[in-house]
Structure formats: structure tokens, C-alpha cells
């Protein structure tokens, strides 16, 4: 394998703090990395922003018998009837549905939309297929109340970071096959789509930067066990795997191209697009995964933050 590409400078000056924070990753380690206090999220007067957001949870109905789930619900002071449906990220294995909402929250406030994100039950104590159960179950509850939300259902967007992006893109094909939501958009931050971990950039990115090979391997074998890798594993799981992916609401994806994720994202957006698709692909120079979040005064932090923003005025405003 060729050399690997080089770290945004600003970015690459972080990584041994984010480093010190982030130990290395394995399946016996899965509980001590759910106490780490990196990944903990707002709190609910946090959320509030002095005022602005309604803050409220609700239990909601499991899908087939699941037990209930809870959906965290933000909805800012000036809506304008348009929704996004967050799933968290966290490897499949931690986090929670606070962990990402202080950008949702942003989008929120300029375009005046209403923030559901689910609580879905982690591997591997809930393999495949409880938690994209938990997020369609919730998607389902949140679009058939949409007129108690204050939302158009017409204008739901799914939306998440890392474990979180592929579980959208999960909803996405999801909603499409089974008649579910009609989604006006998918926004994929960095999306977790491939359980095969055997693409270039996974290879040539082992061992460096935010969520090497190796800790992939931990999260797809957490939610897949021995399925990991074989031929038996849904799309809904892993998006990747999806033979069709004609018929899907706009998307957006965005990677960095110095992380693991780069080239399966590269190719689902090029397969999107071969099946006659909307897609709009930004991989960033020099960026780790996550680098936006863990490094946002970064000037490529607060690109990949804009463009994100752009997109979203054109889908909701074009």
C-alpha cells in the first residue's frame, strides 16, 4: 500500500492530545469507553440555549415488540416546519442521543427546525438488528407525528456522524423498501457503511489518525458477530451492502480523506450517482474522522461545518 496522505497541519497538531483521550479501542474495553468524558453530551438546560429550544423527551413504541425507545426532542422558538431525525454516532457501541446535537442545534436555529434524536439500544449487548429497529421505530412515530411536532412531513431529513451516518443512510434505504417516510434528504457526516473493512483507506490508514482498522473491526463484530464480513448481512445494516440504490432521497456525504471511511463513502456516492441519484460528495484534505467535531477552530472544520449549511439551504430554501 502506498504512504498514506498527510494530516491538515492544524489537524495533525491535535492528534496526540485526541489521542491521550481516545486509548485504544477493544471489545473488552467497550464499557470503560462509556465513561469516558469525551463522549458525553449537552445537558437539557444546555440544550435550551437560554431559552430558544424546547427541550422534552417522550417513550415511544419499539418496533414489533421491542421495548419502548426514547426520543430526545429540541424544537426552537421560530419553526418554519421542517425536521431532522438524528441518529448518534459511537462505533455502534457508545454514545447516547445527546452525543452531535450542538451542531444540530445550530441548523436549527437558521432554519427553524424541529431536532428528534432517537436513543437506540447498543451493541453488543443488542446486536443487529435492534438498533436500526429503535431508529426506524422512532422515525415511524416521529413522521406520523409530525402535526404534534409542529413539522411538515413532507420536510424530514435524516441525519448522522460516523455510526450514526450509516444508520440514516440505513433509514433511507429502509423508508424506500418498505414503504416507510418519505424522506426529503440524507445528510451522511463521515457515515460507518461497510462491515467488510477491507477497502485501501481502511488498509492505509491502520494504526493512524480517530478510528483505525482496528477499532472498526471492534464495532462491526460487536454488532455483527461471526456475520461480519460474510455474505449474510443486510444492507440495513450495513449500507454498503445494498445492491440498489436507485430511489433515494439527496444526499450528502462528507469524509476526510485521511480516515478509514474515505473510500467506502467515495463509493457509495459514486454508486448513488450511477443509479441516477442526487448525491454531493466533499472529501476534505488531511481530516481524521471526526475532525470537525474534535478540532472545530479548524479552517477545514469550518468548511466541512458550511458546506454542510449550504446544502441544507439549497434542500430546504432551493
Same mark, same amino acid.
Given at each position: 500500500?502506498?504512504?498514506?496522505?498527510?494530516?491538515?497541519?492544524?489537524?495533525?497538531?491535535?492528534?496526540?492530545?485526541?489521542?491521550?483521550?481516545?486509548?485504544?479501542?477493544?471489545?473488552?474495553?467497550?464499557?470503560?469507553?462509556?465513561?469516558?468524558?469525551?463522549?458525553?453530551?449537552?445537558?437539557?438546560?444546555?440544550?435550551?440555549?437560554?431559552?430558544?429550544?424546547?427541550?422534552?423527551?417522550?417513550?415511544?413504541?419499539?418496533?414489533?415488540?421491542?421495548?419502548?425507545?426514547?426520543?430526545?426532542?429540541?424544537?426552537?422558538?421560530?419553526?418554519?416546519?421542517?425536521? *431532522?431525525?438524528?441518529?448518534?454516532?459511537?462505533?455502534?457501541?457508545?454514545?447516547?442521543?445527546?452525543?452531535?446535537?450542538?451542531?444540530?442545534?445550530?441548523?436549527?436555529?437558521?432554519?427553524?427546525?424541529? *431536532?428528534?434524536?432517537?436513543?437506540?439500544?447498543?451493541?453488543?449487548?443488542?446486536?443487529?438488528?435492534?438498533?436500526?429497529?429503535?431508529?426506524?421505530?422512532?422515525?415511524?412515530?416521529?413522521?406520523?407525528?409530525?402535526?404534534?411536532?409542529?413539522?411538515?412531513?413532507?420536510r424530514l431529513i435524516v441525519a448522522g456522524g460516523s455510526a450514526g451516518?450509516?444508520?440514516?443512510?440505513?433509514?433511507?434505504?429502509?423508508?424506500?423498501?418498505?414503504?416507510?417516510?418519505?424522506?426529503?434528504?440524507?445528510?451522511?457526516?463521515?457515515?460507518?457503511?461497510?462491515?467488510?473493512?477491507?477497502?485501501?483507506?481502511?488498509?492505509?490508514?491502520?494504526?493512524?489518525?480517530?478510528?483505525?482498522?482496528?477499532?472498526?473491526?471492534?464495532?462491526?463484530?460487536?454488532?455483527?458477530?461471526?456475520?461480519?464480513?460474510?455474505?449474510?448481512?443486510?444492507?440495513?445494516?450495513?449500507?454498503?451492502?445494498?445492491?440498489?440504490?436507485?430511489g433515494l432521497p439527496p444526499a450528502f456525504i462528507d469524509v476526510g480523506?485521511?480516515?478509514?471511511?474515505?473510500?467506502?463513502?467515495?463509493?457509495?456516492?459514486?454508486?448513488?450517482?450511477?443509479?441516477?441519484?442526487?448525491?454531493?460528495?466533499?472529501?476534505?484534505?488531511?481530516?481524521?474522522?471526526?475532525?470537525?467535531?474534535?478540532?472545530?477552530?479548524?479552517?477545514?472544520?469550518?468548511?466541512?461545518?458550511?458546506?454542510?449549511?449550504?446544502?441544507?439551504?439549497?434542500?430546504?430554501?432551493?
Amino acid at each position: 500500500m502506498t504512504k498514506p496522505p498527510a494530516f491538515d497541519p492544524e489537524l495533525g497538531a491535535a492528534l496526540s492530545a485526541i489521542a491521550e483521550m481516545l486509548p485504544p479501542f477493544t471489545l473488552d474495553g467497550i464499557a470503560d469507553a462509556r465513561k469516558g468524558g469525551a463522549i458525553v453530551g449537552p445537558t437539557d438546560e444546555e440544550l435550551s440555549r437560554g431559552g430558544k429550544f424546547t427541550v422534552e423527551e417522550r417513550l415511544v413504541p419499539g418496533l414489533n415488540g421491542d421495548p419502548d425507545i426514547t426520543l430526545l426532542i429540541c424544537s426552537p422558538d421560530n419553526k418554519t416546519g421542517g425536521c *431532522i431525525y438524528h441518529t448518534h454516532g459511537g462505533g455502534m457501541v457508545v454514545g447516547d442521543r445527546r452525543l452531535g446535537m450542538d451542531a444540530l442545534l445550530d441548523w436549527s436555529e437558521e432554519f427553524g427546525l424541529v *431536532i428528534v434524536s432517537v436513543e437506540y439500544r447498543l451493541a453488543p449487548e443488542t446486536p443487529d438488528p435492534g438498533p436500526i429497529d429503535d431508529c426506524y421505530a422512532g422515525l415511524l412515530w416521529t413522521a406520523a407525528h409530525a402535526d404534534e411536532l409542529g413539522f411538515d412531513p413532507s420536510r424530514l431529513i435524516v441525519a448522522g456522524g460516523s455510526a450514526g451516518g450509516g444508520l440514516a443512510a440505513a433509514l433511507a434505504l429502509r423508508a424506500r423498501d418498505q414503504g416507510g417516510p418519505a424522506l426529503l434528504g440524507q445528510l451522511l457526516m463521515c457515515p460507518m457503511l461497510d462491515d467488510r473493512n477491507d477497502t485501501p483507506s481502511a488498509v492505509q490508514m491502520d494504526g493512524l489518525g480517530v478510528w483505525d482498522r482496528g477499532a472498526n473491526l471492534v464495532g462491526w463484530s460487536a454488532l455483527l458477530g461471526d456475520r461480519r464480513g460474510g455474505p449474510d448481512v443486510s444492507p440495513y445494516a450495513a449500507p454498503a451492502r445494498a445492491a440498489d440504490l436507485s430511489g433515494l432521497p439527496p444526499a450528502f456525504i462528507d469524509v476526510g480523506s485521511a480516515e478509514t471511511f474515505r473510500d467506502e463513502d467515495v463509493a457509495y456516492a459514486t454508486r448513488i450517482w450511477q443509479a441516477g441519484g442526487d448525491a454531493e460528495l466533499h472529501v476534505w484534505p488531511g481530516g481524521f474522522h471526526g475532525f470537525d467535531m474534535m478540532v472545530p477552530t479548524a479552517a477545514i472544520s469550518q468548511d466541512a461545518r458550511a458546506a454542510r449549511v449550504r446544502w441544507l439551504n439549497r434542500l430546504l430554501n432551493g
